[in-house]
């Protein structure tokens, strides 16, 4: 069964640290991974994508890696800004599958 | 920027009524999608839509659900006989093409709020 983990669960971090998130997943066979960011009561914006042959994709201060081999990619937030309190969704794609297998999301709580 | 809208933004209604939700996806897409998210719990897959069809359906699109494509622009997602346990926020997707290498983005409207009382 093609499962998403996430963790950790929720992290709170002050304005301008950096934060990473992590992601494992077993879906099989890989097809691409997205990052989304999913403010409170809001669908979810595609923020990354990555393909099997691609280790790491940036989108402003958000930086994902992807190492396909463990089936691990993480998700680091450079210089928080308040407006990056939001759940961070992990979701991966299977090779010829319409739909996508989410992970149940890292809320991140950026504090002043 | 084209973005998918939906309505109503947030439904009321009573268990065993029928209710649908409207999406009208980005104009040049072809795929389609529902998805729903309890509170406090991960997005899940309902349907996928294609060529006025079904193209795969989760366990929980049971026949209490049906999706149409009424006039090529809306989406709909009709729940026949509403349960307490439908409540939840019901998000439409679309994107331009197939999954497999595709690397195309599904763009999410902002959700329905569904309260079943």
Redo the contacts between chains.
């Keep these: 069964k093609n499962q998403v983990e996430q963790s950790p669960q929720s992290l709170i971090i002050l304005e301008g640290k950096n934060c990473t998130l992590q992601c494992n997943y077993t879906v099989s066979p890989f097809s691409n991974l997205r990052w989304y960011k999913q403010d409170t009561g809001r669908g979810p914006v595609s923020l990354t994508i990555m393909t099997f042959s691609e280790n790491t994709k940036s989108n402003g201060r958000y930086t994902a890696t992807l190492d396909a081999d463990t089936k691990q990619s993480s998700l680091h937030i450079t210089a928080s800004q308040l407006s990056d309190s939001a759940s961070y969704i992990c979701v991966v794609s299977a090779w010829d599958d319409y739909k996508l297998s989410f992970g149940a999301g890292t809320t991140v709580t950026v504090r002043a | 920027e084209p973005e998918?809208t939906q309505t109503p933004s947030h439904q009321v209604t009573q268990m065993g009524q029928e209710v649908i939700l409207r999406c009208v996806p980005i104009s040049n897409h072809l795929?389609f999608?529902w998805y729903r998210q309890i509170l406090g719990?991960?997005?899940?897959?309902l349907v996928?839509f294609?060529n006025n069809e079904i193209?795969?359906k989760?366990e929980i699109f049971d026949d209490q659900f049906s999706v149409e494509r009424p006039d090529g622009s809306n989406f709909t997602l009709k729940i026949r006989s509403t349960k307490l346990e439908d409540s939840a926020?019901y998000?439409c997707?679309s994107k331009m093409e197939?999954?497999?290498?595709g690397?195309d983005?599904?763009?999410?409207?902002?959700?329905t709020?569904l309260t079943v009382l």
């Excluded at chain 2, 719990?41 to 897959?45: A, G, R």
């Excluded at chain 2, 197939?98 to 290498?101: D, E, F, R, S, V």
């Excluded at chain 2, 983005?105 to 959700?111: C, V």
């Design positions: 998918v795929y999608y719990q991960k997005v899940e897959f996928s294609y193209s795969e989760s926020m998000f997707a197939a999954g497999g290498l690397t983005t599904q763009y999410f409207g902002p959700g709020r």
